[in-house]
């Protein structure tokens, strides 16, 4: 009912930013909390950022204040602003949404931070 389309993932170098988008489609009404999310290989799903529908912020402390997370809900658009990428950064990140009580998750973009 909800499709969750990441872009904007690349391949940097440390130190270098990246700005992620998440595009939501289909029954879009309602939708509460979005989020990032990220996997590295050989690791489980860590959460990085979410944000309520009231715009109200919550970040995983291993971001140490790089990351920046923001939506445009006319455009049904979740962001995360990426800056001061690390290695360990590295990971496919994932965007989430709930609507009614119920989780919807993209397919990931990849992103590879080099040393």
């Known amino acids: 009912q909800v499709k969750l389309v990441e872009s904007g993932g690349g391949l940097v170098q440390a130190g270098e930013s990246l700005r992620l988008s998440c595009a939501a489609s289909?029954?879009?009404?309602?939708?509460?909390?979005m989020g990032w999310y990220r996997q590295a290989p050989g690791k489980q799903r860590e959460l990085v950022a979410t944000i309520t529908s009231g715009g109200r912020t919550n970040y995983a402390d291993f971001v140490k204040g790089r990351f920046s997370i923001s939506r445009d809900n006319a455009k049904n658009t979740v962001y995360l602003q990426m800056n001061s990428l690390k290695p360990e950064d590295t990971a496919v990140y994932y965007c989430?949404?709930?609507?009614?009580?119920?989780?919807?998750w993209g397919q990931g973009t990849q992103v590879t931070v080099s040393s």
């Open positions: 289909g029954i879009i009404f309602s939708i509460n909390d």
């Open positions: 989430k949404a709930a609507r009614l009580y119920v989780g919807y």
